[in-house]
């Protein structure tokens, strides 16, 4: 079974500061990984994917992760957040096998103040 | 525009009463799932369909039914609501490699 692990439930940071989501999956078979954001009142859009090749991965909105498969982690981060990054963002494990059922972590609430 | 509709966006119940959400896709995916969040929970599948005319039990399928009507639609129901099924209810709609899971807006459900 895999399981997914998002360290804080939430993140307080300034406007035009950098930021980084962490996410932990643990499988014990090579997996996807993706990032969802839920803005309020909304649903879940996708922000990025890793299915395979290069670790880097680039998404929307000036959005990056890094797959790091020795540590078991996907870690989102931006470089500089407005106060529109501000949202619920959620890490979601498959396996390639079963790409149609995620599991998602429960959430990390990112909160960008002026 | 295309996407996945809910129906309703709200719904207040009392408890022991009985009532069906509804979803509809114009993606033209086969699968269809119904998640709910909870906070501090994430999002947990209660049910999902690989294909018009199969049903499968998600991580929480307790307290509920589901009915694939047609490619288009996938209906949650509810028999006898429980407070414990308040909640956020999503459904969502691909799970392909080229389509990861579209979601629709919600139906937050109350149950007193």
């Known amino acids: 079974a895999q399981s997914v692990t998002q360290l804080d439930s939430q993140v307080p940071v300034f406007e035009e500061a950098p930021v980084e989501l962490r996410c932990n999956y643990s499988?014990?078979?090579?997996?996807?990984l993706f990032w969802y954001v839920q803005y309020p009142n909304q649903g879940l859009q996708l922000l990025l994917k890793?299915?395979?090749?290069?670790?880097l991965v680039k998404g929307i909105n000036g959005f990056e992760a890094e797959f790091n498969k020795s540590q078991t982690s996907f870690h989102l981060r931006k470089p500089s957040v407005h106060i529109s990054d501000t949202a619920e963002y959620f890490c979601?494990?498959?396996?390639?096998?079963?790409?149609?059922?995620?599991?998602f972590g429960k959430g990390t609430m990112l909160l960008v103040s002026p | 525009n295309a996407g996945v509709t809910q129906t309703p966006k709200f719904q207040v119940l009392k408890t022991g009463q009985s009532m069906t959400l509804q979803c509809a896709q114009d993606?033209?995916?086969?699968?269809m799932y119904w998640y709910r969040q909870d906070p501090g929970m994430g999002l947990r599948l209660i049910y999902y369909?690989?294909?018009?005319?199969?049903?499968d039990k998600g991580e929480v399928p307790n307290g509920y039914n589901v009915s694939r009507l047609n490619k288009r639609e996938f209906s949650l129901r509810l028999e006898s609501a429980a407070p414990s099924q308040t909640s956020v209810y999503f459904c969502a709609t691909g799970g392909t490699q080229k389509s990861p899971l579209h979601f629709g807006n919600g139906t937050r459900l109350t149950v007193t």
């Open positions: 890793y299915l395979s090749g290069s670790t």
């Open positions: 979601a494990v498959s396996d390639p096998s079963g790409y149609s059922t995620l599991t």
């Open positions: 369909s690989a294909s018009e005319g199969t049903t």
């Open positions: 993606m033209n995916h086969n699968s």
């Open positions: 499988s014990s078979v090579s997996v996807y």
